[in-house]
């Protein structure tokens, strides 16, 4: 009896902690949602500020005679022509691409009457009808207001990543004050490379993979003679950062187009092989070897994590689910009472893993061993 009793509780007060845990978790949640104004542009400039600090390690470790003070000023300037140019491309492609999409209304009421007359609908629905029912114009106010709020939100985010930037060289004297232990401050140094690395190595992965989705998507749209093929490529290149989202847009949205823009069915059919032969070759081959460990997150996390994290952020959350988790992986794994929420995380039960490949840059300091 007397050895039954701290058993229960020590059940009783795991129970206890676990539950903790667990409300802690949803107040979190809940938190980030109803903040998501402020917090969401916040972590688009802390994965800003992180790219920056990755350009200018590679700087500084690859050009003659660069110190990392010159190097900052370059990798900034770089970031801001890759956006700049970005904006421009988008600004100088999107009207002619929506007068095309525009254009496409009679092919598609076309496919509309034929969709009907198979499934045996008398009155299919015309373009024209979806229009007047959708209120156009309602419509047209809500994109208005959501360029604005991306173009607020934009700013926001260079600014927060101008003061994160700024307030870098504090980093280490703030580390120095709040973990007086140096054994405690070397597991928090470990714990912000592990975090840095993996999602330096998870942004440099899907660029590298993105870049050769969108290339071999541009040499089959040119091929088979598909309008706006350079707006498409950048489409499909931008969403090859969000999760399976991104691939399923590249497999399916520029046959459909195809199939819009031509009246015959070789085209689409060659194109929707094309593109789903190059998705699938780089997510099944390509892509594995290049991640290795990196990310080490379970794949069904990965499908969760793209629906929690677009839920309370949208966009913004689906191209950062990836990272955002990996950070709290590491993050409630550094903890005794989260450590199991780390572990459900993780792909092979353990979150400590460390990447087995570097991203191929210098780090400023040696990684604690």
Do not use: C
């Not at 000023?73 to 999409?101: D, H, K, Q």
């Not at 496409?104 to 499934?119: C, D, H, M, Q, S």
């Not at 629905?125 to 007047?132: D, E, F, N, Y």
Request: proline share 5%; aromatic share 10%.
């Amino acid at each position: 009896m007397a050895d039954e009793a701290p058993s229960t509780a020590g059940s009783s007060s795991t129970a206890t902690r676990n539950a903790v845990v667990v409300l802690a978790v949803i107040a979190v949640g809940a938190t980030m949602y109803w903040l998501s104004d402020i917090l969401a542009p916040l972590a688009l400039a802390m994965f800003l500020a992180i790219t920056v600090d990755g350009f200018v390690r590679v700087l500084a470790h690859r050009l003659p005679g660069r110190s990392r003070r010159a190097a900052l000023p370059l990798a900034m300037l770089l970031v801001l022509a890759i956006f700049g140019s970005s904006a421009f491309f988008i600004a100088e492609n999107a009207t002619s691409f929506a007068n095309e999409v525009a254009g496409y209304a009679p092919k598609l009421n076309e496919l509309i009457a034929r969709a009907g007359a198979v499934f045996g609908v008398d009155a299919p629905v015309s373009m024209a009808t979806l229009a007047q029912q959708l209120d156009p114009a309602k419509y047209a106010g809500m994109a208005a207001r959501g360029v604005q709020n991306f173009t607020s939100t934009l700013g926001f985010v260079l600014i927060y990543a101008a003061f994160l930037i700024a307030s870098r060289r504090s980093f280490e004297r703030k580390m120095v004050a709040l973990f007086r232990n140096r054994g405690s401050r070397q597991d928090a140094v470990a714990a912000f490379l592990r975090i840095r690395d993996s999602v330096e190595r998870y942004l440099w992965v899907q660029t590298a993979t993105g870049l050769m989705v969108a290339g071999a998507a541009w040499v089959a749209m040119v091929a088979v003679g598909l309008n706006e093929a350079a707006f498409w490529t950048f489409l499909i290149f931008v969403a090859s950062y969000i999760p399976i989202i991104g691939g399923a847009i590249a497999m399916l949205v520029p046959p459909f187009f195809a199939l819009l823009q031509f009246d015959t069915l070789w085209q689409p059919i060659v194109l929707f092989i094309a593109l789903n032969a190059v998705t699938l070759i780089v997510g099944n081959i390509v892509y594995p070897r290049m991640q290795g460990r990196s990310m080490n997150m379970d794949p069904v996390v990965v499908l969760l994590s793209l629906a929690f994290w677009g839920s309370i952020w949208g966009l913004t959350g689906a191209f950062l689910s990836t990272p955002l988790t990996v950070m709290m992986m590491v993050i409630l794994a550094q903890f005794d009472g989260s450590r199991w929420i780390a572990v459900l995380l993780s792909e092979k039960g353990d979150p400590q893993q460390l990447k087995d490949a570097k991203p191929g840059v210098a780090p400023d300091e040696p990684e604690p061993r």
